[in-house]
């Protein structure tokens, strides 16, 4: 029985992408480990290169069904979008979006809270081929000021995924649109299930699928969403710089996909009760978490969000030495990179090294926590012998 009403997010969670025309009649898509596809003659040689669209074999590099399935999928989870391309990581995919809307010339205005590797990025490659990026504060309402005649695109985190602030995308895209600029939006903190996107105008949605999608932290892969208008051009470009991605990360990533809803339910839930708990630590001087209303950007945030993920930050008052201390006292944390998979994480950051348009100036040590399913009253025993013993350093 099928229905034409609307699904809700966590039923489209599950059902996306399980096209029976494009998969066949079955579950989860199998792997389809190929790189060369024969062809009966060369009249149908020479047909397979009359298109160039997801479901139509032409060479292994193009895909088969299982990385169709995800790419479909994801598409399906933001309203209004066109198509996805899948890429090796999230950096590859923030990458190929940006090189396919930006030439020389051209300027790229980027958020000042963007995560380092965007950064590198924009003052290493971009800058070599003759692109000029100029940073801004995440929390600027001055929008009609951010842009010249040779502004191109701009690339928005939101929240940043060290310090968290909240930017107003509606308003941003709102002032780009009146100058053809392209906006992008590293939306890998939220997710579609979360904040869809393109509905408030951003033009490429972008994931590192590695994280929450994922979910398992085995896999690294990223995806660029994107509407009509701007789908040939992301197209053309990832193939020309031969990205792609394997059938097995891609069936592992539709795996992780079918369980986001519970995931990010529960990562959602035990972040937010842990964040209020460190508020009321003496240790403790700021917690930054979009979901608290003294967060920057929270009145954004709710607007905006259906909900929070995972990973916040908060100041310990100590010193470097003993931020370092109350991580390493950790034992349910990891210590690592990354963040969104099933484990909990902390890491100390610097912020400070990565801001070039407002300086952060706070006392004490910031610490990001990725919390993970776990349970959420050993997480708390953990974070809270861990006070103590950086307390006698």
């Not at 598409?75 to 066109?82: I, L, Q």
């Not at 100590?318 to 944390?333: E, M, R, S």
Request: with cysteine; net charge neutral; glycine share 8%.
């Amino acid at each position: 029985m099928s229905s034409d009403k609307p699904q809700k997010p966590a039923t489209k969670i599950v059902t996306a992408g399980r096209n029976s025309a494009l998969t066949g009649p079955v579950v989860n898509v199998p792997i389809w480990r190929a790189s060369t596809h024969l062809y009966d003659n060369v009249a149908a040689l020479e047909a397979g290169k009359s298109s160039n669209a997801d479901g139509r074999f032409f060479y292994g590099r193009r895909g088969s069904p299982t990385q169709w399935s995800l790419a479909e999928a994801l598409t399906e989870m933001e309203p209004g979008a066109h198509g996805t391309m899948l890429y090796p990581s999230g950096v590859a995919a923030i990458a190929c979006a940006l090189l396919s809307v930006l030439k020389a010339g051209d300027v790229l205005l980027m958020t000042d809270n963007a995560y380092d590797p965007s950064r590198s990025l924009a003052d290493g490659f971009l800058k070599r081929f003759g692109v000029e990026t100029r940073y801004f504060d995440p929390l600027t309402t001055d929008y009609e000021t951010l842009f010249c005649d040779r502004t191109k695109a701009i690339l928005l985190e939101s929240p940043g995924s060290l310090t968290f602030e909240v930017q107003d995308i509606p308003a941003i895209c709102a002032a780009a649109k009146k100058r053809d600029v392209v906006t992008l939006l590293d939306n890998t903190w939220a997710t579609s299930y979360f904040h869809t996107a393109l509905d408030k105008g951003i033009d490429m949605a972008i994931l590192s699928c590695t994280k929450y999608i994922v979910g398992h932290s085995d896999v690294m892969m990223g995806s660029v969403t994107t509407h009509a208008k701007y789908w040939t051009r992301l197209r053309q470009t990832a193939q020309q710089l031969g990205q792609t991605v394997s059938p097995d990360d891609a069936y592992l990533a539709s795996r992780g996909l079918r369980t986001l809803s519970v995931r990010m339910k529960a990562h959602a839930a035990s972040a937010l009760q842990i964040a209020k708990w460190l508020q009321t630590q003496p240790d403790v001087a700021a917690v930054y978490h979009p979901a608290l209303p003294e967060c920057p950007g929270h009145a954004i945030w709710k607007r905006d969000f259906t909900g929070a993920s995972g990973l916040f930050s908060f100041i310990h008052k100590g010193d470097a030495a003993t931020g370092a201390a109350f991580v390493d006292a950790l034992d349910l944390f990891g210590i690592g990179y990354s963040w969104g998979g099933f484990e909990s994480l902390a890491l100390p950051v610097q912020p400070e090294k990565y801001r070039s348009a407002v300086a952060w100036e706070k006392d004490g040590t910031l610490i990001r926590l990725q919390i993970g399913l776990e349970d959420t009253d050993d997480l708390i025993a953990d974070l809270s012998q861990a006070f103590m013993k950086a307390s006698r350093v």
